[in-house]
C-alpha cells in the first residue's frame, strides 16, 4: 500500500491539537513525517494510529520535590 501524506493543518484536525503539537510530535518520533521543501507532511496511517491511543486530557501534574 502506497504512503499517502497530509499535511501538519490535517494532522492537527483529526487528531484534535494544534498544528504546533502536530510539530511536537513528528519532533519526538510519535508521528511519521518527512520535510518536503519547507513544509511537513505526515503519514495518514500514524496519525489515525496516534488518533487511536486513548490519551489522558488536560495538564500533567506537577511533581512534588
Known sequence: ??????TTSE???IIGVSRDHVSYLL???????????RDWMVDKD????YAA???KPG??????T
Open 1 to 6: 500500500m502506497a504512503e499517502e501524506w497530509i
Open 11 to 13: 494532522a492537527a484536525r
Open 27 to 37: 519532533r519526538t518520533g510519535q508521528l511519521r513525517g518527512k520535510k518536503f521543501a
Open 46 to 49: 500514524s496519525v489515525e494510529e
Open 53 to 55: 491511543k486513548e490519551r
Open 59 to 64: 495538564p500533567k501534574p506537577k511533581q512534588q
